[in-house]
């Protein structure tokens, strides 16, 4: 197995967690804290976690080449709680893994075809994976930015991907029933 594919493969995990960590903090707020007016690129924390979810849809769809992946948009924000919101980031995000762990070198360099309504736009699955995982960065800053405005401790996000750091990670593992083994694909310590 390429390098490439088991840091893919890792990525795709430590996004899992950065979200397990992000939703349960943000479950922590009441309704309306979560649908609240904030400062960032989409308006709430409501409606930024949702922009996450359709735009994963979009990609991983087209990951798995499935027909009209452009229904991903049909709804900006097509939950209206945290838990139905977090509840399909996990079904979203579990495909994201599977298809990185069952992905080859050959599926890496596969090419994409990604409906954009007035063309077609190709790369190879390496990108749009890549893609993915930085829009998931790029947005999840954005709500934990906002959710330092509110009561409740923005977690910490980025220390999964760093084998040395097991010890922040143990709950989280547990918590999603994986080892480090899982997250790596070897034993970290």
């Not at 950065?18 to 009441?30: E, G, P």
């Not at 893994?97 to 063309?119: G, K, P, Y």
């Not at 190879?124 to 959710?147: D, E, F, N, Y």
């Not at 910490?156 to 760093?162: I, R, S, T």
Request: net charge negative; hydrophobic share 40%; glycine share 4%.
């Amino acid at each position: 197995m390429s390098t490439l594919l088991q840091h893919v493969r890792t990525l795709a995990h430590g996004n899992r967690l950065a979200n397990h960590r992000l939703h349960n903090a943000c479950s922590q707020l009441t309704h309306d804290e979560f649908r609240a007016p904030r400062t960032g690129f989409f308006p709430s924390l409501w409606a930024t976690l949702n922009h996450i979810l359709i735009v994963d849809w979009y990609y991983i769809g087209a990951l798995y080449r499935e027909p009209d992946i452009r229904r991903s948009f049909a709804a900006e924000t097509p939950f209206n709680n945290m838990q139905e919101l977090a509840a399909a980031q996990v079904t979203s995000d579990q495909r994201l893994i599977d298809w990185c762990i069952t992905a080859d070198d050959a599926a890496l360099d596969s090419v994409i075809d990604m409906d954009r309504e007035s063309f077609v736009q190709r790369d190879p699955a390496r990108h749009v994976v890549m893609h993915l995982l930085t829009h998931q960065i790029h947005h999840r800053g954005q709500a934990h930015a906002m959710l330092a405005g509110t009561a409740v401790k923005p977690p910490q996000l980025d220390e999964f991907v760093m084998p040395s750091e097991t010890k922040f990670r143990v709950a989280d593992l547990a918590a999603l029933g994986w080892t480090e083994t899982d997250l790596f694909g070897y034993q970290a310590r």
